[in-house]
Protein backbone atom coordinates (compact mmCIF):
# COMPACT_ATOMS: atom_id res chain seq x y z
CA UNK A 1 0.00 0.00 0.00
CA UNK A 2 1.16 3.60 -0.77
CA UNK A 3 1.26 5.84 2.07
CA UNK A 4 -1.12 8.98 1.41
CA UNK A 5 0.56 11.27 4.73
CA UNK A 6 2.05 10.36 7.75
CA UNK A 7 3.47 12.28 11.15
CA UNK A 8 6.70 11.81 11.81
CA UNK A 9 8.11 12.15 15.50
CA UNK A 10 4.74 14.86 15.84
CA UNK A 11 4.66 16.81 19.09
CA UNK A 12 2.19 19.31 19.56
CA UNK A 13 2.21 21.36 22.82
CA UNK A 14 -0.91 24.21 24.39
CA UNK A 15 0.97 26.04 26.83
CA UNK A 16 2.36 23.95 28.93
CA UNK A 17 0.47 20.62 28.33
CA UNK A 18 2.14 18.54 25.41
CA UNK A 19 -0.86 17.07 23.84
CA UNK A 20 1.09 14.68 21.29
CA UNK A 21 4.29 13.29 22.44
CA UNK A 22 6.32 12.36 18.97
CA UNK A 23 3.52 10.27 17.52
CA UNK A 24 4.12 8.01 14.46
CA UNK A 25 1.49 7.32 12.16
CA UNK A 26 0.99 6.65 8.64
CA UNK A 27 -2.17 6.47 6.42
CA UNK A 28 -2.26 4.44 3.48
CA UNK A 29 -4.18 5.92 -0.02
CA UNK A 30 -7.73 5.23 -1.11
CA UNK A 31 -8.08 3.15 2.28
CA UNK A 32 -10.10 4.00 5.56
CA UNK A 33 -7.60 4.34 8.69
CA UNK A 34 -9.39 4.57 12.27
CA UNK A 35 -7.45 6.32 15.11
CA UNK A 36 -9.11 5.39 17.94
CA UNK A 37 -8.70 6.43 21.94
CA UNK A 38 -10.44 7.63 24.97
CA UNK A 39 -10.98 11.73 25.61
CA UNK A 40 -7.83 13.42 26.23
CA UNK A 41 -5.58 10.70 23.95
CA UNK A 42 -4.80 13.19 21.43
CA UNK A 43 -6.94 11.86 18.31
CA UNK A 44 -8.22 15.52 17.63
CA UNK A 45 -5.04 17.10 17.59
CA UNK A 46 -3.54 14.74 15.00
CA UNK A 47 -6.48 15.55 12.63
CA UNK A 48 -5.57 19.17 13.59
CA UNK A 49 -1.81 18.87 13.22
CA UNK A 50 -2.42 17.26 9.77
CA UNK A 51 -5.50 20.22 8.72
CA UNK A 52 -2.71 22.67 10.07
CA UNK A 53 -4.90 24.31 12.06
CA UNK A 54 -2.45 23.68 15.29
CA UNK A 55 1.16 23.44 14.74
CA UNK A 56 4.13 21.08 15.59
CA UNK A 57 6.54 22.10 18.22
CA UNK A 58 8.29 18.93 16.71
CA UNK A 59 8.47 16.78 14.02
CA UNK A 60 7.57 16.89 10.72
CA UNK A 61 4.12 15.94 8.36
CA UNK A 62 4.08 14.34 5.01
CA UNK A 63 1.71 14.09 2.29
CA UNK A 64 2.43 12.15 -0.92
CA UNK A 65 6.17 12.16 -0.52
CA UNK A 66 6.49 16.33 0.06
CA UNK A 67 7.11 17.86 3.39
CA UNK A 68 3.75 19.80 4.59
CA UNK A 69 5.16 21.09 8.34
CA UNK A 70 5.16 24.55 7.40
CA UNK A 71 2.43 24.76 4.71
CA UNK A 72 -0.82 26.82 6.38
CA UNK A 73 -4.38 24.87 6.55
CA UNK A 74 -5.56 27.46 3.68
CA UNK A 75 -2.93 25.86 1.25
CA UNK A 76 -3.90 21.95 2.38
CA UNK A 77 -7.10 22.87 1.89
CA UNK A 78 -6.59 24.11 -1.64
CA UNK A 79 -4.49 21.23 -2.97
CA UNK A 80 -7.10 18.53 -1.39
CA UNK A 81 -7.40 17.95 1.90
CA UNK A 82 -10.43 18.33 3.71
CA UNK A 83 -11.00 18.66 7.77
CA UNK A 84 -14.46 17.73 9.51
CA UNK A 85 -14.14 18.70 12.81
CA UNK A 86 -16.25 17.57 15.62
CA UNK A 87 -17.87 21.12 16.17
CA UNK A 88 -18.29 23.73 13.98
CA UNK A 89 -18.72 22.09 10.85
CA UNK A 90 -21.50 24.10 9.31
CA UNK A 91 -21.79 27.40 8.92
CA UNK A 92 -24.99 28.22 10.74
CA UNK A 93 -26.27 31.06 8.17
CA UNK A 94 -26.25 29.79 5.38
CA UNK A 95 -28.86 26.87 3.89
CA UNK A 96 -28.17 23.56 3.42
CA UNK A 97 -28.23 24.12 -0.04
CA UNK A 98 -26.04 27.05 -0.23
CA UNK A 99 -23.58 25.09 1.63
CA UNK A 100 -23.54 21.96 -0.72
CA UNK A 101 -22.83 24.43 -3.59
CA UNK A 102 -20.48 26.15 -2.38
CA UNK A 103 -18.67 22.61 -1.93
CA UNK A 104 -19.25 21.35 -5.09
CA UNK A 105 -17.18 22.96 -7.19
CA UNK A 106 -19.46 22.37 -10.18
CA UNK A 107 -22.60 22.73 -8.63
CA UNK A 108 -23.21 19.12 -8.90
CA UNK A 109 -25.23 17.89 -5.44
CA UNK A 110 -26.68 14.86 -6.49
CA UNK A 111 -24.23 12.40 -5.01
CA UNK A 112 -24.04 14.13 -1.40
CA UNK A 113 -28.04 14.14 -1.25
CA UNK A 114 -28.22 10.28 -2.39
CA UNK A 115 -26.04 9.49 0.53
CA UNK A 116 -28.38 11.21 2.74
CA UNK A 117 -31.47 11.67 1.56
CA UNK A 118 -32.77 13.36 4.62
CA UNK A 119 -31.32 16.66 3.93
CA UNK A 120 -33.56 16.78 0.45
CA UNK A 121 -36.26 18.42 2.47
CA UNK A 122 -34.09 20.59 4.45
CA UNK A 123 -32.41 22.15 1.24
CA UNK A 124 -33.81 25.72 2.14
CA UNK A 125 -33.41 25.83 6.33
CA UNK A 126 -30.93 27.95 7.61
CA UNK A 127 -28.09 24.90 9.33
CA UNK A 128 -27.96 26.56 12.62
CA UNK A 129 -31.96 25.39 12.81
CA UNK A 130 -30.80 21.80 12.48
CA UNK A 131 -30.32 18.76 14.84
CA UNK A 132 -27.05 17.97 15.85
CA UNK A 133 -27.65 14.99 13.81
CA UNK A 134 -28.97 16.78 10.68
CA UNK A 135 -25.89 18.93 11.24
CA UNK A 136 -23.26 16.14 11.16
CA UNK A 137 -25.07 14.54 7.72
CA UNK A 138 -24.84 18.38 6.07
CA UNK A 139 -21.01 18.32 7.19
CA UNK A 140 -20.27 14.73 5.39
CA UNK A 141 -22.22 15.74 2.58
CA UNK A 142 -20.46 18.76 2.48
CA UNK A 143 -17.03 16.55 2.21
CA UNK A 144 -18.64 14.23 -0.48
CA UNK A 145 -20.01 16.62 -2.21
CA UNK A 146 -16.40 18.54 -2.29
CA UNK A 147 -13.25 17.22 -4.84
CA UNK A 148 -10.86 16.92 -1.96
CA UNK A 149 -8.91 13.03 -2.05
CA UNK A 150 -7.78 13.30 1.99
CA UNK A 151 -10.59 13.45 4.38
CA UNK A 152 -10.24 13.88 8.27
CA UNK A 153 -13.35 13.47 10.22
CA UNK A 154 -13.43 13.44 14.16
CA UNK A 155 -16.71 11.78 14.80
CA UNK A 156 -18.42 12.16 11.67
CA UNK A 157 -21.79 10.21 13.35
CA UNK A 158 -21.92 11.78 16.30
CA UNK A 159 -25.42 12.47 17.30
CA UNK A 160 -26.92 10.60 14.19
CA UNK A 161 -29.33 8.00 14.35
CA UNK A 162 -28.43 4.12 14.61
CA UNK A 163 -29.02 3.50 11.35
CA UNK A 164 -27.93 6.61 9.57
CA UNK A 165 -24.42 6.22 11.37
CA UNK A 166 -24.23 2.67 9.92
CA UNK A 167 -24.82 4.00 6.50
CA UNK A 168 -22.30 6.80 7.08
CA UNK A 169 -19.48 4.20 8.34
CA UNK A 170 -20.39 2.12 5.23
CA UNK A 171 -20.11 5.34 2.84
CA UNK A 172 -16.12 5.55 4.14
CA UNK A 173 -15.34 2.06 2.37
CA UNK A 174 -17.25 3.63 -0.41
CA UNK A 175 -15.57 6.49 -0.43
CA UNK A 176 -12.22 4.77 -0.83
CA UNK A 177 -13.15 2.65 -3.00
CA UNK A 178 -13.63 5.52 -5.06
CA UNK A 179 -10.30 6.37 -4.57
CA UNK A 180 -10.38 8.36 -1.62
CA UNK A 181 -8.35 8.88 1.51
CA UNK A 182 -10.03 8.75 4.69
CA UNK A 183 -8.55 8.92 8.10
CA UNK A 184 -12.00 9.06 10.78
CA UNK A 185 -11.54 9.31 14.52
CA UNK A 186 -13.52 7.70 17.09
CA UNK A 187 -13.71 6.81 20.51
CA UNK A 188 -14.99 2.78 19.94
CA UNK A 189 -14.87 0.88 16.72
CA UNK A 190 -18.49 -0.33 15.68
CA UNK A 191 -18.78 -3.42 13.35
CA UNK A 192 -19.53 -1.37 10.10
CA UNK A 193 -16.92 1.04 10.76
CA UNK A 194 -14.38 -2.21 11.38
CA UNK A 195 -15.60 -3.52 8.37
CA UNK A 196 -14.46 -0.28 5.98
CA UNK A 197 -11.28 -0.02 7.83
CA UNK A 198 -7.76 -1.07 6.60
CA UNK A 199 -5.69 0.20 9.30
CA UNK A 200 -6.25 1.35 13.07
CA UNK A 201 -4.35 2.81 15.29
CA UNK A 202 -5.05 3.44 19.00
CA UNK A 203 -4.13 6.19 21.06
CA UNK A 204 -3.08 7.04 25.05
CA UNK A 205 -2.21 9.87 26.49
CA UNK A 206 -0.96 11.12 23.37
CA UNK A 207 1.57 7.90 22.05
CA UNK A 208 0.20 5.55 19.73
CA UNK A 209 -0.52 2.32 21.40
CA UNK A 210 -1.27 0.25 19.27
CA UNK A 211 -1.22 0.41 15.85
CA UNK A 212 -2.51 -2.89 13.23
CA UNK A 213 -5.72 -4.52 12.25
CA UNK A 214 -8.88 -3.09 13.22
CA UNK A 215 -10.46 -5.96 14.55
CA UNK A 216 -7.57 -6.45 16.82
CA UNK A 217 -7.39 -2.96 17.74
CA UNK A 218 -11.68 -3.13 18.90
CA UNK A 219 -10.27 -5.91 21.34
CA UNK A 220 -7.88 -2.96 22.91
CA UNK A 221 -8.27 -2.61 26.09
CA UNK A 222 -9.65 0.78 27.58
CA UNK A 223 -11.74 2.56 24.73
CA UNK A 224 -14.59 3.51 26.43
CA UNK A 225 -15.59 7.06 26.20
CA UNK A 226 -14.02 9.19 28.80
CA UNK A 227 -15.09 12.56 30.39
CA UNK A 228 -15.31 16.01 28.97
CA UNK A 229 -11.35 16.31 27.43
CA UNK A 230 -8.78 18.67 28.16
CA UNK A 231 -7.01 20.76 25.15
CA UNK A 232 -5.12 17.98 23.83
CA UNK A 233 -8.60 15.77 22.96
Partial sequence: MSIETALCAARVRYGSLEALHGVDLAVPAARVTVLLGRNGSGRTTVLRALAGTVPL??????WRGTDITRMPAHARARRGLALVPDRGAVFSSLSVGEQLEL?????????????????????????GTLSGGEQRMLAMARALAGPARLLLLDEPAQGMSPAVTARTHALLGELAAAGRTVLVAEQALPPALCRAATVAYVLRRGSVAFGGEPAEAAR???????????PGR
Fill in 57 to 62: TAGRIV
Fill in 103 to 127: AAPDGAVGPALDAYPQLRALLGRRA
Fill in 220 to 230: FPGLRAGPASP
